[in-house]
């Protein structure tokens, strides 16, 4: 299923009104830009993270931009691939409120398949969905009448922002093995490949460390050109409103709303704090208390010039 349109959240409030009046009303909350100076959206989620972190987002800047996907690919599994073939962002969405049951992209090209996906809430059954993901691969690739040997490698990579396995490292390459004989290739030709971003990224190659600290923090500091092209292509799209409605969800709506609120609110008790203080300067100087040359220098102390009223 490709990504839906989505521009707002429908909800539904039973109201009562006068006179024992019930209805129902449908409320449409839109969501609003959050720009930065400039006009243009910040590319950092309220909650620190890149916003690429953002699932829906993800499926569409990776799924429609092979480059992207190919350079993801490449740093985690720590080598070069051919040009992929095929590649292709799917969403699955339960209900309005755009929860996914799965958001991920899906690559080819003549050597292997690739299903790649964020995961940002803290799941315990990664495992197990990686092994449902290989199934779904495994169903599209194999045609009707063909043989098994036909079935490409597969790899299924879950791009985490926690560590699912509890071992601190930046990539956990998983395969099938014997028991009684580890050294033997099974050779199922299925790799999954668990990626922390939380992990000791000291331990990951430069590329691969860039580009999973730039989805933790945000930050592009790093010089790395592919970070700084990925960064690029996101705010180019955050420019775009109907993407914007698309991939938004209304958690990371209500939190910039929140945020929004925080911040009106921190700048409104500057300001009564200032008009307070300037009130008080000048009740202090006109009674005689303080001398207009004791005003300037608290105000001087505090950053400002000048005082209401007192010359």
């Not at 879950?158 to 009684?180: A, E, S, W, Y």
Request: aromatic share 8%; with cysteine.
């Amino acid at each position: 299923m490709m990504l839906d349109s989505f521009d707002g959240t429908l909800c539904k409030f039973c109201v009562k009104g006068v006179q024992g009046f019930r209805g129902m009303i449908l409320v449409r909350s839109r969501f609003r830009d959050r720009a930065l100076e400039g006009g243009r959206m910040d590319t950092v989620l309220p909650s620190g993270r890149s916003f690429l972190t953002n699932c829906f987002a993800f499926a569409s800047i990776v799924g429609d931009n092979e480059d992207i996907c190919r350079g993801i690919i490449e740093r985690v599994l720590g080598c070069k691939i051919a040009r992929l073939d095929f590649v292709q962002g799917e969403a699955g969405v339960t209900q309005v409120l755009k929860r996914s049951v799965r958001c991920d992209v899906l690559a080819q090209n003549s050597h292997a398949v690739f299903d790649v996906e964020m995961q940002v809430a803290v799941d315990v059954s990664i495992p197990r969905r990686a092994r449902y993901s290989h199934s779904m691969l495994d169903a599209r690739c194999l045609r009707k009448s063909e043989q098994f040997s036909g079935l490409p490698d597969a790899y299924v990579i879950f791009i985490c922002l926690f560590d699912p396995l509890g071992l601190g490292l930046p990539v956990c390459t998983v395969r099938k093995r014997v028991d009684q004989a580890p050294q033997l290739d099974y050779a199922t030709g299925q790799v999954d490949v668990i990626v922390n971003a939380t992990g000791n990224l000291g331990l990951a190659a430069p590329e691969l460390a860039a580009l999973l600290e730039y989805l933790l923090s945000g930050d592009k500091s790093s010089g790395d050109p592919f970070v700084a092209h990925v960064d690029d292509i996101l705010t180019q799209r955050l420019e775009d409103e109907e993407w914007r409605r698309e991939v938004i969800t209304f958690e990371e709506k209500l939190a910039w709303d929140c945020l929004g609120a925080e911040r009106a609110g921190i700048e409104k008790g500057r300001k009564e704090e200032r008009e307070e203080t300037e009130l008080t300067v000048a009740q202090l100087v006109e009674s005689g208390v303080m001398s207009q040359e004791q005003a300037h220098a608290l105000y001087e102390a505090l950053g400002r010039n000048t005082f209401g009223g007192a010359k």
